[in-house]
């Protein structure tokens, strides 16, 4: 049977989501608790965080992307051998997307599939009474999502958390706790998202003073009281199929984008996966039968890179008998030339006719729809993949046979997206159903 669980979501961005969640996370992982995370949307960055915290590897769920099904499966799973799961969404409660495979994309979404309730994390800066007000509105909006509760973030003093409580009361909803404004607990943030949990200096200190910063002002027993679930069916025929048998996946700082979700959906229908780190100058295992190169940030460590003639070389010499595939960063790498932040170019691997700058910067955000233009370990040629893209480097060469034809979620436009030579593809695109 599996665990039950609570969804903690925001009318918006920057309310606390993350806050809230890891101290809840950690505090209770320090009870004894079996805690398995989850992360709402296509994010790498917070599981990692939820990782550490926990001690034990979460998931994303994300209903653009994802069929019922397989949400269905990966909570299953996700569930199983757990206490209590922790879901921390993404953006606001109902942010989303057209033409989803599940959904839209909302956190709404997946609390409404999985029959889990909603914590709210509510930022009230800036506000008092009008938090009811607001409140209200998440709470009346889809009858589909029951809001179980309110956090309120970012209280000013007693006075403001009096008055924020008060309008709380009067919808009949508990407030499991306030936060007062405390700077202390922010963790480091550039491009992208939080600085990358394996990067952050002193983590395991920074969680257990999130932590007790949740247990001194959050009712943590009525949270976990509050956790329900609908039940799940662990239907395997619904989970990703593995690209090849054995796959070497690059993982270290420059490579680290790599979804939880594949490696144990993969491991599970009997695919072994090998890690190895190009920082550390390691090739592909030449006995893999596929290389997988992970989005990252190798515009951070191009410099590193650049020189770490093992890994190139090796992946080159892969590349004559084997498929190569990147995403992303890992697609930056597989070209000629990366520029760097301060306009120093680096050679990569000469795979494919790209060069990529990150001295100059445009976001690129949003899901995608992907359409294979040729059979690819992915699958056939014509075969649709959703996913997203996010990232901040340009193009300033690109040649070559289109990986596939992609559009964005709100545009029925195609254009060609990544390139392919002989065994080698890459692209910005991020495979995440």
Known sequence: MSAPGILIAAARSGSGKTTLALGLMR????????????????????????????????????????????????????????????????????????????????????????????????????????AGAVIRGLASHDPRVKITGVVANRLGSDRHRRLVAESVAALGLPLFGALPRNDAVKLPERHLGLVQARETEGLDARLNALADFVEAHVDVTAIVKAASSAPQADDASAMPKPPAQRIAVARDAAFSFFYPHHAQSWRSQGAELVFFSPLADEPPPQDADLCWLPGGYPELHAGALAPAECFLSGLRRFAQSKPVHGECGGYMVLGRLLTDADGRAHLMAGLLELETSFASRKLHLGYRIAVLSADHCLGPKGRILRGHEFHYATVTREEGEAFALVRDAYSPTQSPSGRRAGLVSGTFFHVVG
């Not at 033409?99 to 009230?124: F, K, M, N, R």
């Open 27 to 130: 505090a209770l992982t320090r009870r004894g608790m079996r805690v398995t995370a989850v992360k709402c949307g296509p994010d790498y960055i917070d599981p990692a965080f939820h990782a550490a915290a926990t001690g034990r590897e979460g998931i994303n769920l994300d209903s653009w992307a994802m069929e019922p099904g397989l949400i269905a499966a990966l909570a299953a799973r996700a569930g199983a051998e757990a206490d209590i799961i922790i879901a921390e969404g993404a953006m606001g409660l109902f942010d989303g997307a057209p033409e989803g495979a599940g959904g839209t994309g909302a956190s709404a979404d997946i609390a409404a599939l999985l029959g889990w309730p909603v914590l709210l994390a509510h930022d009230a800066s800036g506000q008092a009474q009008t």
